[in-house]
């Protein structure tokens, strides 16, 4: 059975191919016969598709797929695109952390950046938080209602009735969470055929849970099961498991009022609550699951192995450890709260790719018609795909049906994908992690009932200020602007520093501002205060650059935090810039000593830290500003650290 559907898809390709080959003017829009699903051929005029994607090997074939029947299917459908529309694909790779850094500017400058933007759920949510995605029911050539596109995903991204994210030209199969079982073990306990419960609707956590306590076993003799040597009802990893598990009984962290028009926490209504009291429940009971800190994805792999768990749950990808395993594992969607819920809720984990469109897209109408056309032509892609899974990751035909019960029905939720953008999102998260996982809290519903009127006002005043008009930086603005009008260098809250100017430092370039023993008394922060003889208007710009040296490699790798405050007067916003920091410090640095790095540190609101309401009234009317830094430790470390360049920018450097 497994191998017929590997021989079904492979026939897709020769078809295809044949297709191809009737071809008489070379592609359809010269007068071709190729026979491809979606939009007619046209001609585009040659413009040039990008897309911004993580992989680089999503649509082009691999080096390892070159040859093989996903890798030619994908080179066909791309060069069958190319040649139908008159178009040429480009790829800008972009890993998931470092998107909003490359979108940011470019949508600042008015540049569309790419076509189509991927990025994983936990990146997409910060982009969503920017302002930056553009609404994907504008696009008049994308049909997102033709089954083509995941409606799960409309619905946890549409966002003042905008569509802010879609995904299906891919499947998301390798991040769907689904139910591993050890039939070694199971066939040992004599448990009922667990297709014929999913088959009956009846696969549900109650179901699991008695399994589980069958399952659990003091191994070792020491009358307690606490340890990895014991053998337990279920491992996974906590957190992802959480978000899967939640989903998996109907709850959802974050969802939308039709009849309200706004947002709201289903986390904290009574359905909500019970779903982490039961799910609070099943982890107090002797064996159910391993819970103990520190475990690794090893060593979970390694007890389900070797019959000492008998449910594992993850992505849909298959462990390597239990591809070589020797019993067989079968997989089974996850499972239903009860038997009155309609389907199987399987989750989408925050790695999953999504697609969208920057704001400033300006070739809707092509962009649109390229999406449709990837998505239908890709259909043989995820044809073949599905059945390499199949054929090659799964061991059984049952295990293949199930696969109707865990694909169709997957879910997505705004809380999964939103946690990044605004920290009122990941409350129903982290209490139900408190809750369920760690065990620090007694009660969710109170917990709940305190945080509900604060994340959920929030969360909509979050959204609103998105409709606002937005910022339009003056034409005639420079991209760089040096800050050439600082008049004086302060040391904050300490009677021990010294600072000034320094005509020639070491490392020659011109004079800088130099401080020393700059922290704060009995505290790790350094406070360094530049005060401008007249106010700046900073929204044009991007970036705040400088240029940074110590005297000895100590002094500033002693640094390990750094939160930049722009300033009018008292009134400030303040910046994350320790990733920024660091990264200057290791790439540049090398540990040397008396070398100039370059700092770029982000100034949009996605990476504001603190007080993002005096956004505009501090970048407005900038006069003064803080380099504010936390030191590894107490201890002063001998040695000046000096500063020069400090410069606006639009662009980074």
């Not at 596109?149 to 966002?159: C, D, N």
């Not at 995904?167 to 066939?187: C, M, R, S």
């Amino acid at each position: 059975m497994k191998s017929l559907l590997l021989l079904a898809a492979l026939m897709m390709i020769a078809l295809a191919a044949c297709n191809r080959g009737n071809e008489t003017g070379g592609s359809a829009r010269g007068g071709g016969q190729t026979i491809w699903p979606g939009p007619a051929p046209q001609d585009l005029g040659g413009i040039t598709f990008r897309f911004a994607d993580f992989h680089t090997d999503r649509f082009f074939p691999s080096e390892g797929q070159i040859g093989t029947p996903v890798g030619d299917m994908k080179a066909l459908v791309m060069k069958s695109i190319e040649d139908d529309f008159n178009i040429k694909f480009e790829l800008i790779q972009v890993p998931p952390g470092e998107i909003i850094n490359r979108l940011y500017p470019a949508v600042w400058a008015g540049d569309q950046f790419a076509n189509m933007i991927i990025a994983t759920q936990w990146a997409y949510g910060s982009l969503i938080g920017a302002g930056l995605m553009g609404d994907l029911s504008k696009v008049p050539t994308l049909n997102l209602n033709n089954g083509l596109w995941v409606q799960a995903v409309h619905r946890a991204t549409t966002i003042n009735n905008q569509v802010l994210a879609t995904a299906g030209i891919f499947e998301h199969w390798d991040n769907t969470w689904v139910t591993y079982f050890q039939k070694g073990l199971w066939k040992e306990l004599n448990l009922p055929d667990p297709y014929e419960l999913v088959r009956r609707g009846e696969w549900t956590w109650e179901k699991l849970q008695e399994f589980a306590i069958i399952a659990a076993q003091d191994m070792n003799g020491d009358g307690v099961i606490d340890g990895p040597n014991d053998r337990y009802g279920l491992v996974a990893p906590g957190d992802d498991l959480l978000r899967a598990w939640y989903t998996s009984m109907g709850g959802l962290y974050w969802d939308f009022n039709a009849t309200t028009g706004r947002l709201f926490s289903p986390a904290a209504t009574p359905n909500g609550i019970a779903i982490a009291d039961w799910m609070r429940g099943f982890t107090e009971i002797p064996g159910a699951m391993y819970r103990s800190s520190g475990q690794t994805d090893d060593l979970r792999n390694e007890m389900f192995v070797n019959r000492r768990a008998l449910f594992s749950m993850g992505g849909l990808g298959v462990p390597g450890a239990f591809r070589e395993m020797y019993d067989d594992f079968g997989i089974l969607p996850m499972p239903k709260r009860n038997t009155q819920q309609r389907t199987y809720l399987n989750n989408v984990n925050h790695n999953a790719p999504l697609i969208g469109i920057s704001i400033t897209n300006n070739q809707l109408e092509a962009t649109g018609i390229i999406m449709e056309a990837m998505a239908e032509r890709f259909e043989g892609v995820r044809e073949l795909q599905r059945a390499e899974l199949a054929d090659i990751l799964l061991r059984s035909d049952e295990d293949v049906e199930m696969l109707n019960y865990i694909l169709p029905y997957t879910v997505f939720d705004m809380g999964h994908i939103m946690f990044r953008a605004e920290s009122g999102f990941n409350i129903p998260h982290a209490r139900l992690t408190d809750y369920v996982n760690a065990h620090s809290i007694g009660d969710f519903a109170s917990v709940m009932e305190a945080n509900r009127d604060a994340i959920e006002l929030s969360a909509n005043e979050f959204f609103a200020a998105k409709e606002e008009e937005a910022y339009v930086p003056p034409a005639n603005a420079p991209r760089v602007l040096p800050i050439n009008n600082i008049t004086e260098i302060v040391a904050r809250e300490t009677d021990n520093a010294q600072y000034g100017i320094e005509p020639n430092p070491p490392g020659g370039g011109g004079s800088a501002f130099f401080i020393s023993n700059a922290k704060v008394t009995d505290n790790r922060r350094m406070e360094i205060q530049f005060v401008l003889s007249e106010p700046i208007d900073a929204r044009p710009y991007n970036y705040l650059v400088y240029e940074m040296m110590g005297d000895n490699f100590e002094v500033m790798n002693n640094i390990n935090e750094h939160y930049p405050r722009l300033r009018h007067d008292d009134t400030f916003v303040q910046f994350q810039g320790s990733s920024n920091y660091r990264g200057a410090l290791d790439r540049q640095l090398g540990g040397a000593s008396q070398k100039w790095i370059t700092v770029s540190i982000p100034l949009a609101p996605f990476n504001i830290h603190e007080n993002r309401d005096n956004f505009s009234v501090a970048m407005s009317s900038m006069n003064n500003f803080l380099l504010r830094f936390i030191a590894a430790n107490n201890d002063s470390i001998p040695g000046r650290i000096y500063f020069r360049n400090i410069r606006l920018q639009m662009e980074e450097p």
